[in-house]
T-cell receptor, first 112, second 114 residues
Framework: GDSVTQMEGPVTLSEEACLTI???????????LFWYVQYPGEGLQLLLK?????DKGSNKGFEATYRKETTSFHLEKGSVQVSDSAVYFC???????????FGKGTLLTVNP | DAGVTQSPTHLIKTRGQQVTLRCSPK?????VSWYQQALGQGPQFIFQ???????QRGNFPDRFSGHQFPNYSSELNVNALLLGDSALYLC?????????????FGPGTRLTVT
C-alpha cells in the first residue's frame, strides 16, 4: 500500500538557518504530493503541492520538488523564521485512492 | 469565505459511551473526509463521503460510522468508546472535479476518553 516516510524530528534551528526535511514515498501509479503544516493547537494547512514528476511546489519561501526517480519530495527553505515553528507533514494522494496518506510529522523549532 | 468548521472543539467521554462529531465543509466543496490523529502521529484516514455515501474507508472498525447530509455537512459517530479512541479528529473537505485533489482541514475536535 501507499506509505510516506519522513525525517525523524525534532529539528531545532536558529533563525535564518537553512531547512531541509526529507520525505520519501511508496505508491502505485503517479501520486500527487503535498506538504502540510500544523501550528500548535490548530488543524492542518496545505503548504505546497506537486502533481507530476519534476514539478516544484512553492509557498512562503518553502519549496519541494517531485523526484520520481528517487521517490522523494524534500521540503526546503533558505532562511527560517521563528514563526515557522510547527509540525510539518508530508503526504500523498495516489491514483484512484481518494485518501491522503501522511508521514508521522517532523517538529521544527526555530530559536531567535 | 468560511473554511471548514468542526464542533465541538473539545469533548470528554467515558469508556463505552457514544460520541457524534460534526463538520461543515468549505463553501463550494461537496466531499468530506475524516481523519484520526493520535498524539505525536500523522493523521490516519477513517472514511470519505461524497453524494451522501461512503466512498472509501480506511482501516477502522465498524464502531466508526458516518453520515453526509444534503447540504454536504457530515457527522462522525463512534460507538463503544475505547481509551485508544482519544485523539484529534480532523475533518477535511474538497471538491470533486478540481484539477488537483486538495483537501482543506478544519481545526479538529479533541476527544478524550476516560
Amino acid at each position: 500500500g501507499d506509505s510516506v516516510t519522513q525525517m525523524e524530528g525534532p529539528v531545532t534551528l536558529s533563525e535564518e538557518a537553512c531547512l531541509t526535511i526529507n520525505c520519501t514515498y511508496t505508491a502505485t501509479g503517479y501520486p500527487s504530493l503535498f506538504w502540510y503544516v500544523q501550528y500548535p493547537g490548530e488543524g492542518l494547512q496545505l503548504l505546497l503541492k506537486a502533481t507530476k514528476a519534476d514539478d516544484k511546489g512553492s509557498n512562503k519561501g518553502f519549496e519541494a520538488t517531485y523526484r520520481k526517480e528517487t521517490t522523494s519530495f524534500h521540503l526546503e527553505k533558505g532562511s527560517v523564521q521563528v514563526s515557522d515553528s510547527a509540525v510539518y507533514f508530508c503526504a500523498l494522494s495516489g491514483g484512484s485512492n481518494y485518501k491522503l496518506t501522511f508521514g508521522k510529522g517532523t517538529l521544527l523549532t526555530v530559536n531567535p | 469565505d468560511a473554511g471548514v468548521t468542526q464542533s465541538p472543539t473539545h469533548l470528554i467521554k467515558t469508556r463505552g459511551q457514544q460520541v457524534t462529531l460534526r463538520c461543515s465543509p468549505k463553501s463550494g466543496h461537496d466531499t468530506v473526509s475524516w481523519y484520526q490523529q493520535a498524539l505525536g502521529q500523522g493523521p490516519q484516514f477513517i472514511f470519505q463521503y461524497y453524494e451522501e455515501e461512503e466512498r472509501q474507508r480506511g482501516n477502522f472498525p465498524d464502531r466508526f460510522s458516518g453520515h453526509q447530509f444534503p447540504n454536504y455537512s457530515s457527522e462522525l459517530n463512534v460507538n463503544a468508546l475505547l481509551l485508544g479512541d482519544s485523539a484529534l479528529y480532523l475533518c477535511a473537505s474538497s471538491r470533486v472535479g478540481q484539477g488537483v485533489y486538495e483537501q482543506y482541514f478544519g481545526p479538529g475536535t479533541r476527544l478524550t476518553v476516560t
